[in-house]
C-alpha cells in the first residue's frame, strides 16, 4: 500500500495509536523526503494542519537466512511523527458500524 511518493504507510502499533490522543500520527516515508515535504503531503491528502514534522531514519535489521549461516540485512526506512493543530484529527482506524 502506497499513498503518494513521499508517504508510503501510517503506521499503527500500539505506541502510535496511544499518541494519537495527542494529536500526533505516525507514517512510514520516503528516505529521501525533507520534513517540509512531508508536512505538505499530509495537509493535501488528509486537509489538515500541520504545526510540527519529527522525522527519524530507522536502520536496516540483521536477519537470518533460513536453513544456512549467512546473514542478510533489511533496507533502513524513515519514520515521521507529525503533530497536527489542536482540534484536528485524521481518521486512520475506520469505525465499524
Do not use: C
Amino acid at each position: 500500500m502506497r499513498l503518494s511518493n513521499v508517504l508510503v504507510k501510517p503506521i499503527i502499533t500500539e505506541k502510535s495509536v496511544a499518541v494519537t490522543g495527542a494529536n500526533k500520527y505516525t507514517f512510514k516515508t520516503d528516505l529521501k523526503a525533507s520534513k517540509h515535504a512531508i508536512a505538505n503531503e499530509v495537509k493535501r491528502m488528509y486537509n489538515v494542519d500541520v504545526v510540527e514534522v519529527k522525522t527519524m531514519v530507522m536502520p536496516g535489521k540483521k536477519k537470518r537466512i533460513l536453513k544456512t549461516r549467512l546473514y542478510t540485512r533489511t533496507n533502513s526506512w524513515k519514520k515521521a511523527v507529525v503533530e497536527l493543530k489542536e482540534g484536528q484529527s485524521i481518521d486512520l482506524f475506520p469505525k465499524e458500524k
